[in-house]
C-alpha cells in the first residue's frame, strides 16, 4: 500500500512539472525552482543581457543591402556588446515585452543585467545592484504645440495624462495625482513604447503624455507636431541593473569597464552616434519630410533601390541624401550650377556618366555612384558608421577638405578617424588662421557639418518610417569607371 502511495505520489510531481513546463515554454516565465540556475559568465562564457525592444536600446539591423537580419543594433545594444568583447565573452540579448516583464526575469535571475535605459530608484535599489550611471534622463510633459503651453503641473487641472503601465512613468503619475487629484490617467498596456504614447496623444486620446528626455528627444522627429512643456521630477542617472545573483565580480568589471570608456572617449563616441544629430533638426524640417515621404518618395523609391543593388549602400541613407540635397526634386538647380535630385556638379555627373542631371533616375544612380567612391575612398580601417559620416561630408564640400578637416582634428589631439571629432575641425576651414595652414585652403566646413547631421537624422527617420529593401548586390558595368577613377585616386595617396 504504501509503495503504490509513494507511485501515485511521484506520477502526480511529474504531471505538475510537465504541466507547468508546457507553460514555461508558453509564456517563458519559469517557477525559479523550475528554471536551470544561471551559470557566470566566467563559467559559461556567455553574457545574458535583458533588453527592451526600442530606438534607445535594441532593435533590428538592417544588413549592408537593406535587407533586415537577426542582427540588433541600438545604444544599449552597442554598450552591452562592447562590455562582453572587453570581457571576452559572448552576449546573448534577451528581449522582454515590457519593462514589467524584464524586471521580473531579472529577479529570478534569468539574465546576468539588464540594460534598458533603467534609472535606479529607491524601490529599484531594493531589489538589484547597479552600475555606474552612463547618462543622464528625466520626464518631461509633452503636449500638442497648437494648444497653449502649460507652465507648471497645477496647470493641468483635470485633463488626461497617458503614461505606460508599471513603468517609472506611471509610479511618477501616481505622485502627481497626490497634488492634483483631479489628473485623469490614461494607462496604455506595458508593451506599449514612446511612440505609441506620443501617437495617443497626436490622436487626441489624451491631452498631455509623460515621456523621459531621450524617448521623446528620438520619437518627436515624426511627431513634430508635438513638444515638451516642462521636466517632471528630478534628473537621474541612468545605469545597468545586475541579478542580486550575480557575481560581485561582473559588478566590479563594469565599474572598471565604464571608467575606461569614459577615459578613451569610447562612451562619447557611442552617445554621439545614436543621440549626437537629434536635437539639430527642427519641427518644420520633420513636417515637411513626413509629407513628402507621401507625396514624392513612392515614385523614387525604385531608383533608390536600384542605387542600392548597383553600389550596397541602404536605400534609406541614399533617400535622406536626396531629400537633403534637394526635397526630392529632380528640377531642382542651385545658383553655383550644381542640378538635379541629387544636386550633382557637371564634373561629377560625367564621372558618373550621368547624360541628364535632371532625370531622377540617372542622378540618384549617379549619385550613389559618387557616394560608394568616396566611402571606398576613406581609410579601411574607420569603421562603420563613421566610414559613410565622412565620406558624405566629402560628398558635400570635397574630398581634399575632408582630408584637410581631418589633418587639423589631428592636430588639435582628437581622433581624425571619428565623425565626433572630425566635425569639430571642420568649421575651422572658414578660418585663414587655420585654411591656409592646409593644401586645399578655405571650405564652408560648417555646411559640411550641418550636410551630414541632417542626414543621419532623415536617415533615422526613414529607417523608421520605411522597410528595408532586400537586394542582392549586382555587378555593373556602370561602376566600371568609377573603380578606375577610384584606383588611380588611391595611387595618388
Request: charged residues 25%; contains cysteine.
Amino acid at each position: 500500500m504504501k509503495a503504490r502511495i509513494a507511485i501515485f505520489v511521484a506520477i502526480a510531481v511529474i504531471a505538475a512539472i510537465v504541466f507547468l513546463g508546457l507553460g514555461v515554454r508558453r509564456t517563458e516565465l519559469a517557477p525559479s525552482w523550475l528554471a536551470a540556475p544561471l551559470a557566470a559568465p566566467r563559467t559559461s562564457g556567455e553574457l545574458v543581457v535583458l533588453t527592451l525592444r526600442g530606438p534607445t536600446t535594441t532593435q533590428l539591423l538592417s544588413t549592408g543591402t537593406g535587407q533586415e537580419s537577426d542582427a540588433q543594433t541600438g545604444f544599449e545594444h552597442d554598450l552591452a556588446t562592447m562590455f562582453a568583447t572587453e570581457l571576452g565573452f559572448a552576449v546573448r540579448f534577451r528581449v522582454m515585452p515590457s519593462y514589467a516583464k524584464l524586471l521580473q526575469q531579472l529577479e529570478a535571475n534569468r539574465g546576468h543585467l539588464a540594460a534598458a535605459g533603467l534609472a535606479p530608484t529607491p524601490e529599484l535599489r531594493q531589489k538589484f545592484a547597479f552600475g555606474p550611471g552612463y547618462k543622464t534622463t528625466q520626464f518631461q510633459l509633452v503636449y500638442r504645440s497648437a494648444d497653449k503651453r502649460p507652465r507648471n503641473i497645477g496647470d493641468i487641472g483635470s485633463r488626461s495624462l497617458a503614461i505606460i503601465a508599471e513603468t517609472p512613468a506611471h509610479d511618477m503619475a501616481r505622485e502627481l495625482t497626490g497634488r492634483t487629484p483631479n489628473l485623469v490617467l490614461e494607462v496604455l498596456p506595458h508593451e506599449a513604447t514612446a511612440d505609441d504614447l506620443l501617437r495617443a496623444l497626436d490622436a487626441k486620446q489624451a491631452d498631455f503624455a509623460l515621456v523621459d528626455t531621450f524617448g521623446f528627444a528620438v520619437a518627436k522627429r515624426l511627431h513634430p507636431e508635438l513638444s515638451a512643456a516642462f521636466n517632471v521630477g528630478r534628473e537621474a542617472k541612468v545605469a545597468w541593473a545586475f541579478s542580486n545573483a550575480a557575481d560581485f565580480d561582473l559588478q566590479q568589471s563594469a565599474v572598471r569597464f565604464f571608467e575606461k570608456i569614459r577615459t578613451n572617449g569610447s562612451l562619447n563616441r557611442l552617445i554621439d552616434r545614436y543621440y549626437g544629430h537629434i536635437n539639430r533638426i527642427q519641427p518644420i524640417d520633420s513636417e515637411v519630410l513626413l509629407e513628402k515621404t507621401q507625396s514624392e518618395l513612392p515614385k523614387l523609391k525604385p531608383f533608390f533601390h536600384e542605387a542600392q543593388q548597383l553600389t550596397g549602400i541602404d536605400w534609406r541613407i541614399l533617400a535622406a541624401v536626396g531629400y537633403q540635397e534637394s526635397h526630392w526634386d529632380a528640377l531642382a538647380t542651385s545658383p553655383t550650377g550644381v542640378r538635379g535630385l541629387m544636386m550633382l556638379t557637371e564634373d561629377t555627373a560625367d564621372r558618373m556618366k550621368v547624360q541628364n542631371r535632371l532625370d531622377a533616375k540617372q542622378s540618384i544612380v549617379g549619385g550613389a555612384k559618387y557616394i560608394a567612391l568616396l566611402r571606398d575612398t576613406v581609410p579601411a580601417r574607420i569603421p562603420e558608421p563613421d566610414r559613410t559620416w565622412l565620406a558624405l561630408a566629402a560628398y558635400n564640400q570635397g574630398y581634399g577638405h575632408l582630408e584637410d578637416a581631418r589633418i587639423l582634428t589631428a592636430r588639435m589631439g582628437l581622433n581624425a578617424d571619428t565623425w565626433l571629432d572630425v566635425r569639430k575641425a571642420y568649421p575651422k576651414l572658414r578660418d585663414p588662421e587655420f585654411f591656409e595652414t592646409v593644401k586645399h585652403g578655405y571650405c564652408r566646413g560648417d555646411e559640411a557639418v550641418q550636410f551630414v547631421e541632417n542626414i543621419r537624422n532623415y536617415t533615422d527617420m526613414l529607417n523608421r518610417l520605411e522597410k528595408p529593401f532586400e537586394s542582392d548586390l549586382i555587378g555593373d558595368s556602370r561602376l566600371d569607371d568609377a573603380a578606375q577613377l577610384h584606383e588611380r585616386r588611391r595611387g595618388k595617396r
